[in-house]
């Protein structure tokens, strides 16, 4: 029985739709880690302009530096809070199927912690009705990239995210045991035609 409480007792904390989310926007403002059900898998969610966020998922996931990290958002407007602007060609044309698990690579006016120094943010608006519903609570767009150390499969059960922020600054979002299956799809809009960067869950119209 001791061991069983130790192993709680290093849990992070969970947290289910329609508490109080008052906890988690000061969690988001010093730099804690989130941890919220997307399309497939839980994902480690954090400030995009958190220097202290960003670092911590790098941290947690044993990621290399430097590797930029996917953001969801309820809407265009958390998008545009960002730095995406609105006519963002790739953006223009995911809105047309928009909410959906299509990320995109879409420009940003200057460089975020989470696009790792680069003028460009993977984006989208999930296909996850209760997670648009809470980013639109919190406030902001957040980080999405797997629950996971890196090379190791994506964790679909909220009690194993828990173990996994055990120690952080951190709370999962309980959205209870996920489905799993294919990541969300990612492509990039070249100018005549979507560029497939990784094959997904979602079938690109046309393609």
Not at 84 to 95: G, L
Not at 123 to 135: A, G, K, M, Q
């Amino acid at each position: 029985m001791k061991g069983r409480a130790d192993d709680a007792a290093m849990s992070a904390p969970r947290w289910r739709f329609g508490g109080d989310i008052a906890p988690l926007r000061a969690l988001l403002a010093r730099g804690g880690v989130l941890a919220v059900p997307t399309e497939s898998s839980y994902g480690l969610a954090v400030d995009p302009r958190s220097v202290a966020g960003i670092e911590a998922i790098y941290r947690i996931k044993s990621r290399e530096r430097g590797k930029p990290l996917p953001v969801v958002a309820a809407d265009l407007a958390q998008l545009a809070a960002l730095g995406v602007a609105p006519d963002d060609e790739a953006v223009r044309r995911a809105s047309s199927v928009w909410p959906a698990a299509f990320t995109v690579l879409a420009a940003i006016a200057e460089p975020l912690p989470a696009s790792a120094g680069e003028r460009a943010l993977a984006v989208r608006i999930p296909d996850h009705r209760e997670l648009r519903s809470w980013l639109s609570d919190v406030g902001t767009a957040l980080t999405a990239t797997s629950a996971n150390r890196s090379g190791e499969p994506p964790l679909l059960d909220p009690a194993a995210v828990a173990e996994l922020l055990g120690g952080e600054d951190a709370i999962v979002v309980d959205g209870g045991v996920l489905a799993g299956g294919p990541p969300s799809t990612l492509a990039a809009w070249d100018g005549s035609r979507w560029q497939v960067l990784r094959e997904g869950r979602f079938a690109i119209p046309g393609d």
